[in-house]
């Protein structure tokens, strides 16, 4: 017996330079080894093996990496359509021809089923509402003296500035008057102005759409996207005009005007149900449909339902991709576990020789599972650092907005520290198993 431990401390001498180095546990295994003097041992053994070892992260920081960027991606766009509905408010309603199965903002399609007296007949329902805003829209272009720009011109009613939060830089908005005589005016949109007019001013000046002269009377404050659009890049007059002059709102049976939407804002949040109800029960009756809504020729768009609703497919989107990308940790963790098994059998010598002269079981297990989490840990905050470098040069672009949250640093650390654990016992009880008589013979 001594013969062949003296032998194996002359082969462990001249061991391997790439193999895993395994530093005395204890010299007379009377008490079981420090924590931190195997952690110091585990680093040591690693960075004996850089390439191994990097290459062992590397499953693990692909993962954690991809876990990181993809949460704070799916956190960004949940954020951002949140503030696209909420800039013009939870409480709006938005009626829209097209039946409900074709509901999403937008999307009317060529139904065109709701008429200026569908509105006419919604405000005489007294309803507790801010304002009832019918809007009739088309695309068109607008040419100043010195410019021109295509946008979309939106025909409405003075109700549509309080319902849409929106704020006068300069000159006011239309009135009353000018939509009963659809007066030829027109308020632009911070972006269409700086275009048409750059930094002079635009109040005053005249534009042209369709060969229709129109005085400007106002623009708007800038005030980027909302609503799945952006207001800055609009230009607004009063919706008979729109109907009468510019892109023909007849009816077929020429007895009412087309309008593409009709927006309330609702008092009270508490209200929101009722109102959608009523607007639904009279709007059916109008339109001569069943009770039942199965023959529905509009949709009403209830925004903070809607809300709640992409809210939660976001999150379960993000989810599902956090899910695919922790897939990728999962095989870091089964690279892990495959280079420990080559490393017990590539230490088994050793293994066997420390046990030999009063080593622990426990503390060879606690080594392996040390190594392990050091392995998994490392590279968790390395894949940590680079997902969260994608995620700041994504926000760089102006194109989203991408924090890293703390949660997802600590779900994606937390997670990888759980597959090295996981996957590194395996291989621990194989080592801490290991007979010394067997282990000194093993060739």
């Known amino acids: 017996m001594a013969t062949t431990i003296m032998n194996t401390v ?44 990097l290459l062992t992260m590397l499953g693990v920081i692909i993962g954690v990496a991809s876990v990181v960027a993809l949460l704070a991606l799916g956190g960004g766009a949940s954020t951002y359509i949140t503030d696209q509905i909420t800039a013009i408010g939870t409480n709006v309603l938005t009626v829209e021809p097209g039946s409900p199965s074709s509901q999403g903002p937008g999307n009317s399609g060529a139904a065109e089923t709701l008429t200026l007296d569908d509105a006419n007949a919604i405000i005489a329902l007294n309803l507790p509402v801010i304002g009832v805003a019918p809007s009739f829209n088309g695309n068109g272009q607008l040419i100043a003296p010195a410019a021109d720009k295509s946008a979309t011109i939106a025909g409405i009613t003075p109700a549509y500035q309080v319902i849409n939060n929106l704020t006068l830089k300069s000159g006011t908005f239309l009135d009353d008057g000018q939509v009963k005589g659809a007066s030829p005016v027109i308020v632009l949109g911070a972006t269409v102005a700086n275009d048409l007019f750059g930094s002079g001013q635009a109040v005053g000046q005249n534009v042209r759409i369709k060969d229709q002269p129109l005085r400007v009377i106002g623009v708007l404050a800038k005030k980027g996207s909302g609503g799945f659009g952006s207001v800055d890049d609009q230009a607004f007059v009063p919706v008979t005009l729109a109907q009468q002059r510019l892109f023909g709102g007849r009816t077929p049976d020429g007895n009412s005007w087309r309008v593409s939407s009709i927006a309330l804002s609702v008092t009270k949040a508490s209200d929101m149900s009722g109102v959608q109800s009523r607007i639904e029960m009279l709007l059916r009756d109008r339109h ?51 280079i420990m098994l080559v490393s017990v ?48 040069a994504v926000t760089l672009t102006g194109l989203l907005k991408t924090p890293v949250t703390l949660s997802a640093i600590l779900l994606s650390v937390g997670f990888s520290m759980a597959v090295g654990l996981f996957f590194g016992i395996y291989p621990a009880r194989r080592a801490a198993a290991l007979n010394p008589i067997d282990a000194l013979r093993y060739e």
């Open 10 to 53: 002359g082969q462990a001498e001249h061991a391997d330079d790439h193999a895993l180095i395994l530093t005395p546990l204890t010299t007379t295994g009377a008490a079981p080894i420090a924590l931190w003097e195997v952690t110091r041992i585990s680093l040591a053994s690693l960075v004996a093996n850089k390439t191994r070892s």
């Open 288 to 338: 001569h449909l069943g009770t039942d809504g199965s023959k529905d020729d509009f949709r009403v768009m209830n925004q903070a339902s809607f809300l709640a609703t992409l809210t939660t497919i976001t999150s379960l989107f993000t989810a599902f991709l956090a899910a695919v990308a922790g897939i990728s940790l999962v095989v870091g963790g089964i690279g892990i576990m495959n």
């Open 345 to 392: 059998t590539e230490r088994t010598r050793e293994i066997g020789l420390r046990k030999a002269v009063g080593a622990r079981s426990g503390d060879i297990l606690l080594q392996f599972i040390v190594e392990a989490l050091v392995i998994s840990l490392a590279g968790g905050l390395i894949g940590l650092a680079l997902g969260a470098g994608l995620a700041f």
